[in-house]
């Protein structure tokens, strides 16, 4: 592909601008349309696992990462009637000595943005795309300054995207049959640096400090059988938060009790897409493959993904050429990693009380007399590094 055109990527999340970085290091010409007219992202945390940390380092982000991020000890599973330890994952060191970070998401956006401003990939804020259209070998779409023609668009615009659908046509989202809330409250800085997750029937909570304790992120996952609210996201009711997670221990109720404003909205899901790319567009993240947060790989895959598909487009000559060899080399992971996101979020929720006896015991067992038997089964997923191969 000429290097001369530009690579327009639709969304300036994290998938986006780390694509952005990614070509303008290697000589693309690049504009991100963003509808915001800044670059921001609410306020929430993200785990970056190791094999995002090899990302984010091959973008020269490592030390910005150790300035910004809070190294991981472990991550903690926990009864949530007694807050008893059930299964501890020591990822201290991470795959290859890469850690596990925990970061707030708002400072992850604010480097990678710096790192696309000093790729010279050009941010177009405030230009929301409409009017998406494939015409031959181009896509021609609107922006509030006018159409705009382009041989190579990457759809980086999450669930919601407006590119996914000139891809595959109209694909409604499914509601999971759960909902999450968000929240942060103050922490007091002695919050030991892990991630804990208390599991209980139909729900979890999972919470973890950001910003060297200064912050406590807090997610609440909750079973439920409809989600009748306009849209997928609204404010929630702190004390409707309470209520549904009462039965959980003392400590949970503790955290629950600082939460002044909570974020809820509803888990839908979509397919993986089938292709990732027509003609002159191609999907990344979570336009192409919706990710549910069981497994904390919604940040990762897209970083993953950004860079693969800036490989894709440097060593293709046509962006569709770019599209099939990227939904080759990412597909078969991509599934895996949604599988046993889907597999937690079963196991966290386990309603049988004799089933979740068993299980825990299991667990507390496996952690206590082979430990390494406990991060293994995730070894092909923080293992790999995908900056080894492209």
Partial sequence: MDKIKPVDIVGAGIGGLALAAALGARGYSVRVFERSDRISEAGAGVQITPNGV????????????????TRAAAVRLLDHARGAPVATLDVSQGSGGR????????????????????????????????????????????TPEGEVETAAMVGADGIRSVVRPAVLGDAPARFSGQVAWRALVPGDGATPPEARVHMGPGKHIVHYPLRQGALINVVAVEERGEWAAEGWDHRGDPDALRAAFAGFNGPVQDLLGRVETVGLWGLFKHPVARPWGRGPLVLLGDAAHPTLPFLAQGANLALEDAWVLAGCIARSPTISAAAKAFEALRAARVRRALAAADANARNYHLRNPLVRQTAHALLRVTSQIAPRQMLAQFDWLYGEDVTRNI
């Avoid at 990302?55 to 910005?64: C, K, P, Q």
């Avoid at 405030?126 to 609107?142: I, M, T, Y």
């Fill in 54 to 69: 090899a990302v984010l380092s091959a973008l020269g982000l490592g030390e910005t990462l150790e300035r910004a991020g």
């Fill in 99 to 142: 850690g596990y970070f925990l970061l707030h998401r708002a400072d992850l956006i604010d480097m990678l943005a710096e790192a696309c401003r000093a790729s010279g990939a050009d941010l177009c804020l405030g230009q929301p795309v409409g009017g998406l259209r494939v015409d031959g070998d181009k896509a021609v779409f609107e």
